[in-house]
C-alpha cells in the first residue's frame, strides 16, 4: 500500500496503464462506437466499467494531467492553468517548471516502491511536470522522442523501438506516437512496466466534431492500440483532461469575449508611470506588464489556456482570472463583466478557489467562466485568429467538464450515483481493478 496526497493506493499485480485522451469529450467515444469505429471500446463499454467524470475547472491540459497523476486537485498540487500570473515576480509566466507543483505524483511514489513506470506524453510542455521526482523509469515525450536519452528520460533510440517516425508536434501522429510507444514498451518483456501513463494531444479534437471522418479515425487508431495492450493482459483506465466544443457564432467566426478590452473602456487603460505600454504576445511570457498588485489603474487579463501551442486555439478558451487595479471597483467590475452576453459565471477569488478547488494564491481577485458556445480573450490585437483553418473549438469552461472514465474490468458494487473525478482513475484503476 502507498499513500500519496492522503488517498491509499495498492501496488499493481497485473500491468496497468492510464490514459488520458486530451480534449475527449465523451461523444467522440459515442459516435465513434456508433458508427462501428471502435469495436474495443464498444465491449469494454458493455463489459468493463463505463462512467462519465467531472474533471477540474479549468478545463485545461496541465491541471488535468497533474490531478490525475496527483489524484487530487490544483488546490492540492498547484498546478491551476498552462500559465499564470506570477504575483512575486510581477511577469506573465508558463506553469511548465515543476517549480510550481505543490505534491508528489502517484507516479513518483510507484518509481519510489520499486514499481517500473513508464511515462509518456505527446507534447513537451507536460514531460517535466509529469515526471518530477521519478527515480528511475521512463519518460519522454513524442515531440522530442528523437532526443530522449539513457540518462536524461531512462530510454534511447525511441523512433527505432517505435518505428515510426518522429511526427510534427501539429498533427494526429504525435498521439499515435504515444500508443505505438505504449504497446511497444508493454511488448518488452525484459522490462515490461508495471505502470504506465500515456497522454496524448487534442489536435484532432481542436478541429474535428465527434463523428466526423477525421475524428472517427482518429478514434479508430487509438481502439486498435488499446485492444493490443488489452490483449497483452493490462488493466487499463481511459479519461480525459477536458471536453471540448465549438466556440463559434452562426458565422463560424469565433465567439470571442475580448475582456481586456472592456475592463480597460471601464476601469482605463492606464499604466503605471515608467511601465511599458507595449503588450507582450499571449505566448510572450516573462514579458514584465503593469497592473495586478504592483499598483497601476490597469486590470490584467489572465489567460490560463495560454501555452506554446496556440496554432488551433488563438489562446482562446472559456475561463480567465482577473487581476483588478485596487481601488475599490472590485464588485462594479464583477457585475459589468457578468452582465456581459456569453458570461456563465463570475466568482470572487475565495468562491472560485472553494468551488473549483483551486489555489487562492494562484487566481486572481476574479475568476470568470464563459458560456458553451463562447471563449474569453484578453484584448483583440493580441489575439492572432489568421492561423484558425478551421471554425474554433476549444475548452477551459464548465461546459467541458464532462469526461469519460472507462474501465476493462467490470468493478462490483461501484457507486454510479456518486460524482467521479478523472483523478479517480488511478484509485479505482489500483484499488478495484486488479481482480
Ligand atoms: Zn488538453
Same mark, same amino acid.
Given at each position: 500500500?502507498?499513500?500519496?496526497?492522503?488517498?491509499?493506493y495498492?501496488?499493481?499485480?497485473?500491468p496497468t496503464?492510464?490514459?488520458?485522451?486530451?480534449?475527449?469529450?465523451?461523444?467522440?467515444?459515442?459516435?465513434?462506437?456508433?458508427?462501428?469505429?471502435?469495436?474495443?471500446?464498444?465491449r469494454?463499454?458493455?463489459?468493463?466499467?463505463a462512467?462519465?467524470?467531472?474533471?477540474?475547472?479549468?478545463?485545461?491540459?496541465?491541471?488535468?494531467?497533474?490531478?490525475?497523476?496527483?489524484g487530487?486537485?490544483?488546490?492540492?498540487?498547484?498546478?491551476?492553468?498552462?500559465?499564470?500570473?506570477?504575483?512575486?515576480?510581477?511577469?506573465?509566466?508558463?506553469?511548465?517548471?515543476?517549480?510550481?507543483?505543490?505534491?508528489?505524483?502517484?507516479?513518483?511514489?510507484?518509481?519510489?516502491?520499486?514499481?517500473?513506470?513508464?511515462?509518456?506524453?505527446?507534447?513537451?510542455k507536460?514531460?517535466?511536470?509529469?515526471?518530477?521526482?521519478?527515480?528511475?523509469?521512463?519518460?519522454?515525450?513524442?515531440?522530442?522522442?528523437?532526443?530522449?536519452?539513457?540518462a536524461?528520460?531512462?530510454?534511447?533510440?525511441?523512433?527505432?523501438?517505435?518505428?515510426l517516425?518522429?511526427?510534427?508536434?501539429?498533427?494526429?501522429?504525435?498521439?499515435e506516437?504515444?500508443?505505438?510507444?505504449?504497446?511497444?514498451?508493454?511488448?518488452?518483456?525484459?522490462?515490461?512496466?508495471?505502470?504506465?501513463?500515456?497522454?496524448t494531444?487534442?489536435?484532432?479534437?481542436?478541429?474535428?466534431?465527434? %463523428?466526423? =471522418? @477525421?475524428?472517427?479515425?482518429?478514434?479508430?487508431?487509438? +481502439?486498435?492500440? *488499446? !485492444? $493490443?495492450?488489452? #490483449?497483452? /493482459?493490462?488493466?487499463?483506465?481511459?479519461?480525459?483532461?477536458?471536453?471540448?466544443?465549438?466556440?463559434?457564432?452562426?458565422? %463560424?467566426? =469565433? @465567439?470571442?469575449?475580448?475582456?481586456?478590452?472592456?475592463? +480597460?473602456?471601464? *476601469? !482605463? $487603460?492606464?499604466? #503605471?508611470? /515608467?511601465?511599458?505600454?507595449?503588450?507582450s504576445?499571449?505566448?510572450g511570457?516573462?514579458?514584465?506588464?503593469?497592473?495586478?498588485?504592483?499598483?497601476?489603474?490597469?486590470?490584467?487579463?489572465?489567460l490560463?489556456?495560454?501555452?506554446?501551442?496556440?496554432?488551433?486555439?488563438?489562446?482562446?478558451?472559456?475561463?480567465?482570472?482577473?487581476?483588478?487595479?485596487?481601488?475599490g471597483?472590485?464588485?462594479?467590475?464583477?457585475?459589468?463583466?457578468?452582465?456581459?452576453?456569453?458570461?456563465?459565471?463570475?466568482?470572487?477569488?475565495?468562491?472560485?478557489?472553494?468551488?473549483?478547488?483551486?489555489?487562492?494564491?494562484?487566481?486572481?481577485?476574479?475568476?470568470?467562466?464563459?458560456?458553451?458556445?463562447?471563449?474569453?480573450?484578453?484584448?483583440?490585437?493580441?489575439?492572432?485568429?489568421?492561423?484558425?483553418e478551421?471554425?474554433?473549438?476549444s475548452?477551459?469552461?464548465?461546459?467541458?467538464?464532462?469526461?469519460?472514465?472507462?474501465?476493462?474490468r467490470?468493478?462490483?458494487?461501484?457507486?454510479?450515483?456518486?460524482?467521479?473525478?478523472?483523478f479517480?482513475a488511478?484509485?479505482?484503476?489500483?484499488?478495484?481493478?486488479?481482480?
Amino acid at each position: 500500500m502507498l499513500e500519496v496526497n492522503g488517498r491509499a493506493y495498492a501496488l499493481p499485480r497485473a500491468p496497468t496503464v492510464v490514459v488520458c485522451v486530451d480534449g475527449c469529450e465523451p461523444d467522440y467515444l459515442a459516435q465513434a462506437v456508433a458508427a462501428g469505429e471502435m469495436p474495443w471500446m464498444k465491449r469494454t463499454l458493455a463489459e468493463g466499467t463505463a462512467l462519465v467524470a467531472d474533471c477540474v475547472v479549468p478545463s485545461f491540459t496541465n491541471p488535468n494531467n497533474l490531478s490525475i497523476v496527483t489524484g487530487a486537485p490544483p488546490s492540492v498540487h498547484g498546478i491551476c492553468g498552462n500559465y499564470l500570473y506570477d504575483t512575486a515576480s510581477g511577469t506573465e509566466v508558463m506553469m511548465n517548471d515543476p517549480k510550481w507543483l505543490r505534491a508528489p505524483t502517484i507516479l513518483a511514489a510507484l518509481a519510489a516502491a520499486g514499481k517500473r513506470v513508464a511515462v509518456v506524453t505527446a507534447k513537451d510542455k507536460l514531460r517535466a511536470l509529469l515526471g518530477h521526482g521519478m527515480q528511475g523509469g521512463i519518460c519522454f515525450s513524442a515531440e522530442k522522442a528523437g532526443e530522449a536519452t539513457l540518462a536524461g528520460n531512462g530510454i534511447e533510440n525511441v523512433p527505432a523501438l517505435v518505428g515510426l517516425p518522429v511526427p510534427d508536434v501539429y498533427s494526429a501522429g504525435l498521439s499515435e506516437f504515444v500508443f505505438a510507444a505504449g504497446v511497444k514498451l508493454m511488448q518488452r518483456a525484459a522490462d515490461r512496466p508495471d505502470v504506465m501513463y500515456l497522454s496524448t494531444t487534442d489536435y484532432v479534437q481542436h478541429k474535428h466534431a465527434p %463523428g466526423t =471522418p @477525421d475524428a472517427n479515425a482518429f478514434y479508430r487508431m487509438m +481502439d486498435g492500440y *488499446l !485492444g $493490443a495492450l488489452d #490483449a497483452m /493482459g493490462c488493466v487499463i483506465a481511459l479519461t480525459a483532461d477536458h471536453g471540448m466544443n465549438a466556440k463559434t457564432r452562426m458565422d %463560424g467566426s =469565433p @465567439d470571442v469575449i475580448y475582456l481586456q478590452d472592456r475592463l +480597460d473602456e471601464w *476601469l !482605463g $487603460a492606464e499604466e #503605471a508611470p /515608467g511601465r511599458s505600454q507595449a503588450f507582450s504576445s499571449p505566448t510572450g511570457g516573462g514579458t514584465p506588464r503593469s497592473g495586478g498588485p504592483g499598483g497601476s489603474r490597469r486590470a490584467r487579463v489572465i489567460l490560463p489556456i495560454t501555452d506554446p501551442y496556440v496554432v488551433h486555439h488563438g489562446a482562446l478558451g472559456s475561463f480567465a482570472t482577473v487581476y483588478l487595479p485596487g481601488n475599490g471597483e472590485f464588485d462594479d467590475a464583477a457585475r459589468r463583466i457578468a452582465a456581459l452576453p456569453g458570461i456563465e459565471l463570475v466568482l470572487a477569488r475565495a468562491d472560485a478557489a472553494a468551488r473549483f478547488e483551486l489555489p487562492a494564491d494562484r487566481i486572481g481577485d476574479l475568476v470568470v467562466v464563459s458560456e458553451r458556445q463562447a471563449v474569453i480573450g484578453t484584448s483583440a490585437s493580441r489575439h492572432d485568429l489568421s492561423a484558425l483553418e478551421v471554425p474554433l473549438r476549444s475548452h477551459g469552461g464548465i461546459s467541458e467538464q464532462r469526461v469519460p472514465l472507462v474501465l476493462n474490468r467490470r468493478i462490483a458494487g461501484l457507486d454510479t450515483g456518486r460524482r467521479w473525478r478523472n483523478f479517480d482513475a488511478f484509485d479505482l484503476a489500483l484499488n478495484h481493478a486488479q481482480g
